[in-house]
C-alpha cells in the first residue's frame, strides 16, 4: 500500500453513488489516489460503473444526472472537484464522454476545439496556435474544416479529445476513446498520453484492451461498483492508504 501524499492529483474517498433516490448503488465506497503525471488504466466488465466513476472524477454527474446522490470526496489537486463552479472545473480535468456525440456541437471541427478556450476568452492567437498545435498532434488536421457530425466514430474521439486538451486541464479522462480507433490512430493516442505524463499530466482512461498499452502505471479493475484492485504492472498493489 502507498500512503497518501501531496503529490496525488487525483484523491477519492468513500465514493458512493446512486442515479438516484432509493436506485441501486452503482459506486460501492470506492478510495484510491493517482499520483500526479500517472497514467491508470480502468476496466472491468460492462456495467460496472466505469463511466460512473468518470463522471464522478470529472464532477460532471451533477450536470448530467441532476438526480444523483454522490457522498465521499473526489479532490482533484487538492480541490474538492463538488464544491467549484464549472469554469474552475474544466481547468482542473477534462474529460471524454463514452458516448462523445453529446459533447459535439460546433460546424467545424476547428470551432469545436476552438470552443472552451473562446468562453474562457484566451487571447485568438493563443486559441489559433492551440487548435493548429493540437490538429497536428492528433493527426486530424485534414479535418480542419469538416462538420463534426459528419465523422466516423474513431475521427469524433480524436476531435473531442482535442476539444478537451485545448484547456489544457493537468487531468484527463478518457472513457473508452481507443475502442472506435483504427490500429494507427491507437498508437497515435497512447504516444499522446505519454506525452501527457511526461508533461505532468494525470490520465485515466477506460480501455478494454490493457495488452494494448504498455505505458501504463496502474491497473484498476471494478467489480460490481467496487474497486475490485489497483496495481502496477508488477501486480503491486498501488492503493492509498487514506
Ligand atoms: N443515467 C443512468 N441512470 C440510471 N442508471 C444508470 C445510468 N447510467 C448507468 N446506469 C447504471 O449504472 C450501472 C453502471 O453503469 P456504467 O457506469 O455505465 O458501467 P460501465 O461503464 O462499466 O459499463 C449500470 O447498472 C447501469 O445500468
Ligand atoms: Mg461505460
Same mark, same amino acid.
Given at each position: 500500500?502507498?500512503?497518501?501524499?501531496?503529490?496525488?492529483? &487525483?484523491?477519492?474517498?468513500?465514493?458512493?453513488? !446512486?442515479?438516484?433516490?432509493?436506485?441501486?448503488?452503482?459506486?460501492?465506497?470506492?478510495?484510491?489516489?493517482?499520483?500526479?503525471?500517472?497514467?491508470?488504466?480502468?476496466?472491468?466488465?460492462?456495467?460496472?460503473?466505469?463511466?460512473?466513476?468518470?463522471?464522478?472524477?470529472?464532477?460532471?454527474?451533477?450536470?448530467?444526472?441532476?438526480?444523483?446522490?454522490?457522498?465521499?470526496?473526489?479532490?482533484?489537486?487538492?480541490? $474538492?472537484?463538488?464544491?467549484?463552479?464549472?469554469?474552475?472545473?474544466?481547468?482542473?480535468?477534462?474529460? &471524454?464522454?463514452?458516448?462523445?456525440?453529446? !459533447?459535439?456541437?460546433?460546424?467545424?471541427?476547428?470551432?469545436?476545439?476552438?470552443?472552451?478556450?473562446?468562453? %474562457?476568452?484566451?487571447?485568438?492567437?493563443?486559441?489559433?496556435?492551440? &487548435?493548429?498545435?493540437?490538429?497536428?498532434?492528433?493527426?486530424?488536421?485534414? %479535418?480542419?474544416?469538416?462538420?463534426?457530425?459528419? %465523422?466516423?466514430?474513431?475521427?469524433?474521439?480524436?476531435?473531442?479529445?482535442?476539444?478537451? %486538451?485545448?484547456?489544457?486541464?493537468?487531468?484527463?479522462?478518457? $472513457?473508452? &476513446?481507443?475502442? !472506435?480507433? @483504427?490500429?494507427?490512430?491507437?498508437?497515435?493516442?497512447?504516444?499522446?498520453?505519454?506525452?501527457?505524463? @511526461?508533461?505532468?499530466?494525470?490520465?485515466?482512461?477506460?480501455?478494454? $484492451?490493457?495488452?494494448?498499452?504498455?505505458?501504463?502505471?496502474?491497473?484498476?479493475?471494478? !467489480?460490481?461498483?467496487?474497486?475490485?484492485?489497483?496495481?502496477?504492472?508488477?501486480?503491486?498493489?498501488?492503493?492509498?492508504?487514506?
Amino acid at each position: 500500500m502507498k500512503s497518501e501524499t501531496k503529490n496525488n492529483a &487525483v484523491v477519492i474517498r468513500g465514493l458512493t453513488y !446512486q442515479y438516484r433516490i432509493n436506485g441501486s448503488i452503482v459506486l460501492k465506497n470506492i478510495e484510491f489516489c493517482i499520483p500526479k503525471g500517472e497514467f491508470t488504466l480502468v476496466t472491468g466488465l460492462s456495467g460496472c460503473g466505469k463511466s460512473t466513476l468518470c463522471l464522478c472524477i470529472s464532477g460532471a454527474d451533477e450536470l448530467m444526472n441532476p438526480d444523483g446522490i454522490l457522498t465521499g470526496e473526489v479532490i482533484i489537486n487538492g480541490k $474538492d472537484i463538488h464544491k467549484i463552479n464549472a469554469a474552475e472545473r474544466a481547468l482542473e480535468v477534462g474529460i &471524454v464522454f463514452q458516448n462523445m456525440d453529446t !459533447q459535439l456541437f460546433s460546424f467545424t471541427v476547428e470551432d469545436e476545439i476552438a470552443f472552451a478556450p473562446e468562453n %474562457l476568452c484566451l487571447p485568438p492567437e493563443k486559441i489559433k496556435e492551440r &487548435v493548429d498545435y493540437l490538429l497536428n498532434l492528433l493527426g486530424i488536421e485534414y %479535418l480542419r474544416e469538416s462538420h463534426p457530425h459528419r %465523422l466516423s466514430g474513431g475521427e469524433k474521439s480524436l476531435v473531442v479529445l482535442a476539444a478537451v %486538451l485545448a484547456l489544457d486541464p493537468p487531468v484527463v479522462i478518457m $472513457d473508452e &476513446v481507443m475502442s !472506435q480507433l @483504427d490500429k494507427k490512430s491507437k498508437m497515435r493516442v497512447i504516444d499522446v498520453i505519454r506525452m501527457l505524463c @511526461d508533461m505532468g499530466k494525470t490520465i485515466i482512461a477506460v480501455e478494454h $484492451d490493457i495488452k494494448a498499452i504498455e505505458s501504463v502505471h496502474h491497473i484498476m479493475v471494478l !467489480q460490481d461498483g467496487k474497486l475490485k484492485s489497483f496495481r502496477d504492472l508488477n501486480g503491486e498493489d498501488n492503493t492509498c492508504h487514506i
